[in-house]
């Protein structure tokens, strides 16, 4: 479409806004694009904000293409016809609603709730912040149909948007997430969206909620013993002025342990997140303070959970007494390495239990499993496919607990989504469990490696925005499935997995095999070497994401720095091969 099409095409959807009843300030802003800003006026229209299968998400603003009080409610109309439409034999009809921090999230979770009041369902609405997986606890607690939380998770201030849940508990997936886009898309002006501002059907909820949460969190404690005996652990926590701030420091004292040090400074909600760059615990930057205050008190762990709660960073000390970060994947390895092998311990593995991980997770998470004869599934990223994998087995087998690289962990069944409220307390317990054998987590890391093989995994994000970098990413994608690489670094490619066309292409025998598993648009390139490189658009946020995973055999501790440096030289090599800039 030519530029002048598409000004033509914007300025008569801004003008189409301004004759549909909205609020005199979304009038104004929407004026003052018209007027003098008509780069951002085609930013803000020029489509309408997808309502995808995990929802909303978008930067905050006036707009089809932004998250306002609009386009949740359109969404959240949306979703209430489908309900209706799936569940029009209840008499009643309840969803449940939480809210992070952010900017605008308390208004949006307000909003949502009216229109489901207006369209007569039920709405409990959480009092204040609540983390995202107390959300899902409550939808099976309270018996909903539904649930919605209000979060951008770890994007930048500007972001907000929409999570949408089914009664499992878990983030809505197939054949479901299509339904509800089709019923969204019918809501095509906002003269179709119902409000009730008397709130009618709303429900405030809060405390009682927390108890039983608290109360089913504490029931995965393996070894309270031990956590008597190391009750003085020293735990840095930080919530990064997000909905962990109650939660996560009560349920490590309902644990046991006494020694939880706070950082002041970002315990205080704050949507604007003010010390941090970016609230998200997989960046560096976003523990800083945590670690500055960790090194004053001599602690053993810190633990950094993003604004809504459901992913937690780690930092520990290493074999020179420094503290460095963890990534989604060491900490994967040292929980589900925990808790299996505790499982084994106190005799609970029966032969039916299983762990789930991503498909770009680390590896040594099936080698850990296959040692103890647990079974294992890999899923598509997005923790809504482990809740499913978890939805089939119920009640036929036992899920310990799975994880993704992402920073987001979950154990026992009465939650469906990560959870950080929850892996906060594991992980402290897994500290204080690996402290009674007299090492470190640093230490039981390396240990874990020798024994399975030393796994190394590195991310790399390419944020491409606007318009012009949703194109980028797309041929990006189209390039890399159409003209894909024979060698990388000088190890040819053995497997192509094309998670779109879900077909294994074997690059030795020209044989193909099928993907058993949703179409997803995700490539992955298997070399001889064993190394795994995943790259994907992310669905939530204008980045094309790449993920490697190298292996090398270590054999004492003594080794490790030096097949450490020799694993970061051999990412460093892919990427230059790869030409990732």
């Known amino acids: 479409m030519a530029d002048r099409e598409l000004v033509q095409q914007v300025r008569e959807k801004a003008n189409k806004w301004l004759k549909s009843g909205i609020d005199q300030e979304s009038k104004r802003q929407i004026e003052n694009l018209l007027n003098n800003d008509q780069d951002e006026l085609i930013e803000s229209f020029y489509k309408d904000l997808e309502f995808g299968t995990g929802g909303l998400r ?11 009080i609009y386009t949740v409610g359109m969404a959240t109309q949306g979703l209430s016809n489908y ?15 939480a809210y992070d921090s952010r900017n605008n999230s308390r208004l949006f979770a307000e909003k949502t709730a009216s229109v489901f009041s207006a369209n007569g369902i039920k709405a409990y609405l959480f009092e204040s912040l609540r983390p995202t997986p107390e959300l899902s606890f409550a939808i099976r607690h309270l018996k909903c149909q539904s649930g919605v939380v209000i979060t951008a998770s770890h994007n930048p201030k500007e972001y907000n948007g929409y999570k949408a849940y ?65 009750k003085d652990l020293k735990i840095v926590y930080t919530p990064i002025h997000g909905s962990g701030v109650n939660l996560v420091p009560r349920v490590l004292k309902e644990y046991g342990f006494e020694n939880i040090i ?10 604007n997140f003010p010390t941090v760059k970016s609230p998200n615990p997989e960046e560096p930057a976003a523990l800083q303070m945590a670690i500055e205050k960790a090194k004053k008190v001599n602690a053993d762990i810190v633990m950094a959970t993003d604004p809504d709660g459901d992913r937690v960073g780690i930092a520990v000390k290493d074999l020179k007494g420094d503290f460095v970060l963890l990534n989604g994947n060491q900490t994967a390895a040292l929980l589900l390495n925990y808790l299996i092998s505790q499982w084994k311990e106190k005799g609970k593995l029966k032969g039916k239990e299983y762990i789930v991980k991503t498909i770009v997770t680390s590896e040594i998470l099936t080698e850990i499993a296959q040692k103890y004869k647990v079974e294992y599934f890999d899923v598509l990223t997005g923790f809504k496919y482990i809740a499913d994998i978890i939805k089939q087995n119920e009640g036929k087998k036992k899920f310990i607990g799975g ?5 987001g962990y979950l154990a026992g069944e009465f939650v469906r989504d990560k959870d950080a409220v929850m892996s906060c307390a594991l992980i402290a317990e897994t500290a204080a469990f690996i402290k009674n054998q007299n090492k470190t987590l640093y230490e039981a890391l390396i240990d874990i490696y020798i024994e399975f093989g030393f796994y190394k995994e590195t991310l790399i994000s390419l944020v491409r925005k606007g318009k012009s970098g949703d194109e980028e990413i797309k041929k990006m994608m189209e390039d890399y499935r159409n003209s894909p690489p024979q060698t990388i670094n000088n190890s ?19 044989l193909r095999y099928d993907i058993n598993l949703p179409k997803s648009d995700v490539l992955q390139f298997i ?4 190394t795994k490189i995943s ?10 994401k790449f993920y490697f995973g190298v292996k090398e055999k270590l054999d004492k501790r003594e080794d490790f720095e030096k097949v450490n440096t020799l694993l970061d030289e051999k990412i460093k090599n892919i990427i230059k091969s790869l030409n990732i800039k």
């Open 58 to 68: 978008g930067i905050m603003g006036i707009g089809t293409n932004r998250v306002n």
């Open 83 to 97: 309900l209706k439409q799936q569940f029009s034999e209840m008499k009643q009809i309840k969803v449940a609603i």
């Open 166 to 230: 089914w009664d499992d508990g878990g983030q809505i997936i197939s054949p479901h997430d299509k339904n509800i886009i089709a019923e969204v898309q019918k809501i095509n002006k906002i003269s179709d969206v119902l409000f009730d501002t008397s709130m009618k059907n709303v429900e405030i909820i809060g405390e009682k909620t927390d108890f039983e949460y608290v109360k089913e969190l504490v029931k995965l404690s393996l070894n309270p013993e031990i956590i008597k005996k190391h």
């Open 262 to 271: 706070s950082v002041q400074e970002q315990n205080i909600p704050d949507g």
């Open 403 to 407: 994880g993704e690289e992402s920073y």
């Open 492 to 510: 040819n490619v053995m497997l192509i997995h094309d998670f779109l066309k879900q077909k294994t292409f074997d690059q030795i025998s020209h």
């Open 527 to 530: 070399l001889h070497d064993g």
């Open 535 to 544: 790259i994907r658009p992310s669905g939530t946020e204008p980045k094309i």
